[in-house]
């Protein structure tokens, strides 16, 4: 390994960053124009992704374990949300 991986590693991320914030905002006009409600669930399945990759790319970033455990948490939590909405979006109610 050279002197020069580090930083390379460290660019990579931020670019990485950047890049998954720019899709959570092109996710999230999907999320507001739509045009039909499923196309709206999938943006917001794709931004819970996106948030993931954010929070792993800040672990990897920051050095620090914490922020991997709160991306599985956010995975998690997003997944549940994902299949109530589309529930709710077929058959009109989440619990029956």
Do not use: Q, W
């Not at 050279?2 to 914030?21: R, Y």
């Not at 990897?60 to 995975?75: C, E, H, K, Y």
Request: charged share 15%.
């Amino acid at each position: 390994m050279t002197e020069s991986d580090p930083a390379v590693l460290e660019m990579a991320i931020h670019g990485g960053l950047i890049l998954v914030s720019a899709l959570c905002v092109l996710c999230g006009y999907r999320v507001i124009r739509g045009p039909t409600n499923p196309d709206r669930v999938v943006a917001l399945d794709a931004i819970a992704t996106n948030v993931v990759a954010i929070a792993v790319l800040f672990a990897l970033l920051t050095d620090r374990g914490l922020f991997m455990t709160v991306s599985l948490v956010l995975a998690i939590i997003g997944f549940i949300a994902t299949v109530a909405v589309a529930k709710f979006v077929t058959e009109g109610e989440v619990i029956e």
